[in-house]
């Protein structure tokens, strides 16, 4: 059972332009939704990350916008430049105290064009 | 500060034969989560070591089994190998299930093709 479903699963995007990928997640247990950077070859990188007590979390060019009601969240890459080309991850975990194991959408591949 | 590391960093095997995959957590890290990285899909949860005890586990047989040691480096153990365990295998490290915290840092994977 996929919890948590990310979309699209491919994008490109202009330099300069703004990049923008969704996921809907299904477990109201969820209690943290970060996003993870992978280049190829490489393990994922965390990127940005949001708790359900906000709606929004900005940092520099990278900005999840939440939506508790919805059980969607979603990543904007501002001014979105040729080094961000890389696949991007959604994911979310419960509390803590009841063990932080990750669980990942599909992933969607960013291609940013010169 | 060191981050994570993973040994070896590629692996070939055949099927049936068994593996052993190591990690070392990032400094002041007591909790490693290991993941299974299918070729084009996102990570998935394998199991989780805190303390030395397993501590949540996903969807995966007994075959695959771990250990954590008292400096918090890990090992997955995969036996019987087949086809389908070719993936990335990354291990992550936090503070989390005794820290109260939330944020998982990756190693960068020990890639395993099984022939």
């Known amino acids: 059972q996929q919890q948590v479903k990310q979309s699209p699963q491919s994008l490109i995007v202009q330099k300069g332009g703004i990049s923008i990928i969704n996921c809907a997640y299904e477990n109201t247990a969820f209690d943290y939704f970060p996003w993870y950077q992978q280049f190829p070859g490489k393990g994922p990188a965390l990127l940005i990350a949001i708790r359900p007590d906000v709606s929004e979390k900005k940092e520099g060019r990278f900005t999840i916008s939440f939506n508790k009601s919805a059980k969607q969240f979603s990543l904007h890459i501002m001014d979105s430049q040729p080094g961000d080309s890389a696949t991007y991850f959604c994911?979310?975990?419960?509390?803590?105290?009841?063990?932080?194991?990750?669980?990942f959408g599909g992933g969607t591949r960013l291609m940013v064009k010169p | 500060e060191t981050g994570v590391t993973q040994s070896p960093t590629h692996l070939i095997k055949t099927r049936g034969q068994q593996v052993t995959l190591r990690c070392s957590s990032q400094?002041?890290?007591?909790?490693v989560s290991w993941y299974q990285q299918a070729l084009g899909q996102g990570p998935q949860f394998i199991f989780q070591y805190y303390r030395e005890e397993e501590n949540g586990r996903g969807n995966f047989p007994p075959r695959f089994s771990g250990l954590q040691f008292p400096n918090y480096s890990s090992e997955l153990n995969v036996n019987a190998l087949e086809l389908d365990d070719s993936a990335l295998y990354l291990c992550?490290?936090?503070?989390?299930?005794?820290?109260?915290?939330?944020?998982?840092?990756f190693g960068p994977g020990t890639r395993l093709t099984v022939t």
């Open positions: 992550a490290s936090s503070t989390g299930a005794g820290g109260g915290s939330y944020e998982q840092y």
């Open positions: 994911a979310a975990s419960p509390p803590w105290y009841a063990g932080n194991m990750l669980t």
């Open positions: 400094s002041g890290h007591n909790t």
